[in-house]
């Protein structure tokens, strides 16, 4: 049977190495999801729509400060509500002031408060931390000529807990060029499932956006559900330009995950990230980290 595993994460701003895991949401950490019973009823959308109907009800609150309090979440940084249902507490907003952006035009900020992994340019052959053909861009983005653009260019695969801010946030000023839906399935997407199953991100429902930023060029975007996340809501409207740190969109309730291609020599990652991707670690950054540099 497939084994929950700890997964390795460097904190940046704490500066340490932890295991992340959490034993209430054991089926998130599976290494070998189609091995999994349990995986395999939960990936199913119907156990996603259930799962949702019983959160957004009033009994579901009890949950929540037993799991605040479990999880040593800091509940000063958000906004102060009365939360009706663990869905409305699931999606919990910062309070104004509480993550910034770069200010300067050159640095991209973390558009998600989550685990990252990145590449100054991903290859195919590649094994660890995740096998390079994991993130095929055609595959991802839907489309060959959709991939054409992005082909040595960096690549960015972000992983969202449970725990975590479930909001997506702009990383820059621009337009959404394009858009689809695509994908059915909600397999989990850490780094020892893929490992084992690399086409998970291949079938799992997601949401692709090209977006054209302004200091960044074009950017595939690919918000990928994953285990009781099928509900990818765009918030802000895809025929309007956008601002940088402005909120984008809304995971609803569980794990997720992003995948992020940028053109060749447009931007790079951060070294840090790089370095902890070559070690096989993710880097937990807050909401409007640094992440990369402009390089033209």
Same mark, same amino acid.
């Given at each position: 049977?497939?084994?929950?595993?700890?997964?390795?994460?460097?904190?940046?701003? &704490?500066? *340490?190495?932890?295991?992340?895991?959490?034993?209430?949401?054991?089926?998130?950490?599976?290494?070998?999801?189609?091995r999994?019973?349990?995986?395999?009823?939960?990936?199913?959308?119907?156990y996603?729509?259930?799962?949702?109907?019983?959160?957004?009800?009033?009994l579901?609150?009890?949950?929540?400060?037993?799991?605040?309090?479990k999880?040593?979440?800091?509940?000063?940084?958000?906004?102060?509500?009365?939360?009706?249902?663990?869905?409305?507490?699931?999606?919990r907003?910062?309070?104004?002031? &509480?993550?910034?952006?770069?200010e300067?035009?050159?640095?991209?900020? &973390?558009f998600?408060?989550?685990?990252?992994?990145?590449?100054e340019?991903?290859?195919?052959?590649?094994?660890?931390?995740i096998?390079?053909?994991?993130?095929?861009?055609?595959?991802?983005?839907?489309?060959?000529?959709? &991939?054409?653009?992005?082909?040595?260019?960096?690549?960015?695969?972000?992983?969202?807990?449970?725990?975590d801010?479930?909001?997506v946030?702009?990383?820059?000023?621009?337009?959404?060029?394009?858009q689809?839906?695509?994908?059915?399935?909600?397999?989990?997407?850490?780094?020892n499932?893929?490992?084992?199953?690399?086409?998970?991100l291949f +079938?799992?429902?997601?949401?692709?956006?090209?977006?054209?930023?302004?200091?960044?060029?074009?950017?595939?975007?690919?918000?990928?559900g994953?285990?009781s996340?099928?509900?990818?809501v765009?918030?802000?409207?895809?025929?309007?330009?956008?601002?940088?740190?402005? *909120?984008?969109?809304?995971?609803?309730?569980g794990?997720?995950?992003?995948?992020?291609?940028? *053109?060749?020599?447009?931007? +790079?990652?951060?070294?840090?990230?790089?370095?902890?991707?070559?070690?096989?670690?993710?880097?937990?950054?807050?909401?409007?980290?640094?992440?990369a540099?402009?390089? +033209?």
């Amino acid at each position: 049977m497939s084994k929950p595993l700890p997964l390795p994460v460097w904190d940046r701003k &704490a500066g *340490e190495l932890v295991q992340d895991f959490m034993d209430d949401s054991r089926s998130t950490y599976e290494s070998r999801p189609r091995r999994s019973l349990t995986q395999w009823l939960q990936s199913h959308p119907m156990y996603d729509w259930l799962l949702a109907a019983y959160q957004n009800t009033s009994l579901s609150a009890r949950k929540i400060e037993p799991f605040i309090r479990k999880h040593g979440i800091d509940i000063s940084e958000f906004e102060p509500v009365s939360y009706r249902s663990y869905a409305e507490f699931f999606e919990r907003r910062f309070r104004p002031g &509480a993550r910034s952006f770069p200010e300067s035009a050159d640095e991209m900020g &973390a558009f998600a408060e989550a685990r990252y992994f990145a590449w100054e340019q991903l290859l195919e052959d590649q094994q660890f931390p995740i096998k390079g053909h994991s993130l095929n861009a055609r595959q991802l983005l839907g489309a060959e000529d959709r &991939a054409k653009p992005f082909i040595g260019g960096s690549v960015l695969l972000v992983r969202l807990a449970p725990v975590d801010y479930h909001h997506v946030h702009y990383s820059d000023d621009g337009t959404t060029l394009e858009q689809e839906r695509l994908g059915d399935r909600l397999w989990t997407v850490n780094r020892n499932a893929l490992q084992n199953q690399p086409d998970i991100l291949f +079938r799992n429902e997601r949401n692709m956006n090209i977006l054209l930023t302004r200091n960044f060029g074009r950017i595939g975007f690919v918000e990928i559900g994953a285990l009781s996340v099928g509900r990818i809501v765009q918030v802000h409207p895809l025929d309007k330009p956008f601002r940088r740190g402005a *909120e984008k969109s809304i995971f609803r309730f569980g794990g997720s995950a992003i995948a992020v291609f940028g *053109e060749p020599g447009a931007w +790079r990652p951060a070294d840090d990230l790089l370095e902890k991707t070559n070690a096989g670690t993710e880097t937990f950054l807050r909401l409007g980290e640094p992440l990369a540099k402009r390089l +033209r």
